[in-house]
């Protein structure tokens, strides 16, 4: 009876009209002071990774290269994060750390990877104790999506997963030349964020008794609804966080923080240069 009378409460009051001007996450805050949240896109330095595409990067420890970083890092300065999350798996968090306090006791030289060339280097401007690894891993079967939806003769979305593959080269050479600050603005472009709407084509993948594309993609909002949970764990109202994300994350992460109560989104492309 508890139950029933707690759901008819929602009920009617999501049935109730808002007062002009008022979204249904304002009656969710607090008084608390918010956090605020930077998801700043990035491409891989090493250029390598496990996504479906990656770019190919030249050398960024080259001198011009590591000016161009050391430009971008001042620019995060600005906005001066509280803590700094990475895309790493916690259990290397205690490890990555241990490199950190290294390279700010002059012991390591930062490797090319960009939660070093970015999260360490920025972590040791601030003086920050530590950086936070906040990914979460569950993989997603492309072939068993594409072969379902070969099985089901599902012309229309075969065609459009081809129309994105031909987009994408053109979307890596942003990453490939030019300074280090103008590939990550492209990183955080809209029209880069635009290219998630190619999982919409892989969830319809499968059948109505076989949904196998639904099931797929159920993993990478998973995953990302993972991270935002685990950045929120890490946060303190008040605080400022700077989140440190392959791009492909960006619109989730930013979606997620955009409509939490409690949490103010912060775009990156008002401080890079």
């Known amino acids: 009876m508890l139950t029933l009378l707690i759901a008819a409460g929602m009920l009617a009051a999501a049935q109730s009209d808002p007062a002009p001007g008022s979204q249904v996450t304002d009656s969710l805050a607090t008084d608390a002071a918010p956090i605020e949240v930077m998801v700043l896109g990035t491409y891989h330095f090493t250029g390598g990774g496990q996504d479906l595409h990656n770019a190919d990067v030249d050398d960024h420890l080259a001198p011009e290269r590591q000016r161009e970083i050391e430009a971008v890092v001042d620019a995060l300065a600005s906005f001066d994060p509280d803590k700094i999350m990475v895309e790493l798996t916690p259990e290397h968090e205690a490890g990555f750390n241990e490199t950190y306090r290294a390279y700010r006791a002059g012991e390591h030289?930062?490797?090319?990877?960009?939660?070093?060339?970015?999260?360490?280097?920025?972590?040791?401007?601030?003086?920050?104790?530590?950086?936070?690894?906040?990914?979460?891993?569950?993989?997603?079967?492309?072939?068993?999506?594409?072969?379902?939806?070969?099985?089901?003769?599902?012309?229309?979305?075969?065609?459009?997963?081809?129309?994105?593959?031909?987009?994408?080269?053109?979307?890596?050479?942003?990453?490939?030349?030019?300074?280090?600050?103008?590939?990550?603005?492209?990183?955080?472009?809209?029209?880069?964020?635009?290219?998630?709407?190619?999982?919409?084509?892989?969830?319809?993948?499968?059948?109505?008794?076989?949904?196998i594309g639904a099931h797929q993609m159920g993993n990478w909002w998973e995953r990302n609804l993972v991270i935002f949970s685990r950045i929120a764990a890490h946060s303190e109202p008040g605080e400022r966080i700077l989140v440190i994300y392959g791009s492909g994350h960006t619109y989730l992460l930013e979606?997620?923080?955009?409509?939490?109560p409690g949490f103010d989104l912060v775009d990156p492309l008002s401080i890079l240069p």
């Open 255 to 260: 979606q997620f923080f955009g409509e939490a």
């Open 109 to 211: 030289t930062l490797t090319v990877n960009e939660r070093q060339q970015l999260g360490m280097r920025l972590a040791a401007r601030l003086g920050h104790e530590q950086l936070y690894a906040v990914d979460y891993q569950n993989g997603m079967d492309f072939e068993a999506m594409l072969g379902a939806a070969q099985a089901n003769e599902q012309d229309r979305l075969l065609a459009e997963f081809e129309n994105f593959n031909a987009r994408i080269p053109a979307m890596m050479s942003r990453f490939e030349t030019g300074p280090v600050s103008e590939r990550l603005r492209g990183a955080n472009a809209p029209e880069t964020a635009q290219l998630h709407s190619v999982y919409l084509t892989l969830a319809q993948m499968g059948s109505v008794e076989d949904p």
